[in-house]
């Protein structure tokens, strides 16, 4: 059974702080990953999404990815109340499959 | 605007009763999924179809059944054998691809009365 693992949370941080949101998967040849942003009662949307090991940043969002550890996490520079949602990992092992998703964590951000 | 749509928003089941939600989506995409969410759970793959006219089960397919008679279309029904249905339903489509993210309709919440 393929499996994504996150922490549930809830992750607090202060306004302008650094949010650290980390996953990990059991199977070395995944494919690409992914992290959604969910608010409460809505559905997920998504935000990043890196295929190949190390950094890729867009905005106050950076995903690393570190095949060897498998693993994979979301940061967020300067995080804002806004930002306070959970953030869902989700993995796609094989092309023609469907993704894995994690249970999600819970970002709680105070100003 | 392009997009995916999910009808009702909100639908309440019966006991023994079959419920069919409603998945449109205009964006020209080849896959569409149908996922479950319980509270405080991550989602969960119950079907999910490639190409019209083709299917395959997901995670937590019993109780459940689908049609692809349309590019567009992926409705799913929740039969009476779904013991426990109350959840939050989850329509997504994408590209055809490992690299291309999904795009979520708005969900439909399914309570059992």
């Known amino acids: 059974q393929k499996e994504v693992e996150q922490n549930s949370g809830p992750l607090s941080v202060p306004e302008g702080a650094i949010a650290s949101l980390n996953c990990t998967y059991s199977?070395?040849?995944?494919?690409?990953f992914f992290w959604y942003r969910q608010y409460s009662g809505k559905s997920p949307e998504l935000i990043m999404s890196i295929y190949s090991n190390g950094d890729k940043e867009d905005g106050r969002f950076t995903a690393q990815l570190n095949k060897a550890s498998q693993y994979v996490s979301l940061l967020i520079r300067d995080s804002q109340p806004s930002d306070s949602a959970t953030y869902l990992c989700a993995v796609n092992y094989q092309a023609g499959t469907a993704l894995i998703f994690g249970k999600g964590t819970t970002l709680s951000v105070s100003s | 605007d392009g997009g995916i749509t999910q009808s009702p928003k909100y639908l309440f089941r019966k006991e023994g009763q079959n419920v069919t939600l409603s998945c449109e989506q205009n964006?020209?995409?080849?896959?569409m999924y149908w996922y479950r969410q319980d509270p405080g759970q991550g989602l969960r793959l119950i079907y999910y179809?490639?190409?019209?006219?083709?299917?395959q089960k997901g995670d937590i397919a019993e109780g459940y059944s689908v049609s692809r008679e349309k590019k567009e279309s992926f409705p799913l029904t929740v039969t009476s054998a779904q013991k426990n249905p109350t959840a939050f339903y989850l329509c997504?489509?994408?590209?055809?691809?490992?690299?291309?993210?999904?795009?979520f309709g708005s969900g439909t919440r399914l309570t059992v009365v």
């Open positions: 964006l020209n995409h080849d896959a």
């Open positions: 179809s490639q190409i019209v006219n083709d299917f």
């Open positions: 997504a489509s994408s590209i055809l691809g490992a690299n291309y993210g999904y795009t």
């Open positions: 199977d070395r040849v995944s494919q690409s």
